[in-house]
Nanobody, 126 residues
Framework: QVQLVESGGGLVQAGGSLRLSCATSGRTFSRYAMGWFRQAPGKEREFVATISWSGGTTWYEDSVKGRFTISRDNAKNTVYLQMNTLKPEDTAVYYC???????????????????WGQGTQVTVSS
């Protein structure tokens, strides 16, 4: 069983930055492809970014490309989401997720992730 705990959310003005962290339990973090998703009020959960085991492969949703960066530190069992040039439309609860070991590459589909954190609120004011 893997436990995921997000942190780093908060209130920021448009154009500002935040860095989200997702700390995980378990001894095999380096074998989990990880992802970030978000859910705004009244909307479905949507894909934001994903990273492979080694960190060598990343993928982003189009609206965050060039602004957000996903990274991981396998020694610290932590995945990060650096968010720059934030916009009001980035306001949402952000969730990190892990695929089961053996799936080296992440995907854009929430249904293909097996473990989820509780989420952290990001609010961007205009």
């Amino acid at each position: 069983q893997v436990q995921l705990v997000e942190s780093g959310g908060g209130l920021v003005q448009a154009g500002g930055s935040l860095r989200l962290s997702c700390a995980t339990s378990g001894r095999t973090f380096s074998r989990y492809a990880m992802g970030w998703f978000r859910q705004a009020p009244g909307k479905e959960r949507e894909f934001v970014a994903t990273i492979s085991w080694s960190g060598g492969t990343t993928w982003y949703e189009d609206s965050v490309k060039g602004r957000f960066t996903i990274s991981r530190d396998n020694a610290k069992n932590t995945v990060y989401l650096q968010m720059n040039t934030l916009k009001p439309e980035d306001t949402a609860v952000y969730y990190c997720a892990a695929r089961s070991p053996g799936a080296e590459i992440g995907t854009t589909f929430a249904s293909q992730y097996d473990y989820w954190g509780q989420g952290t609120q990001v609010t961007v004011s205009s």
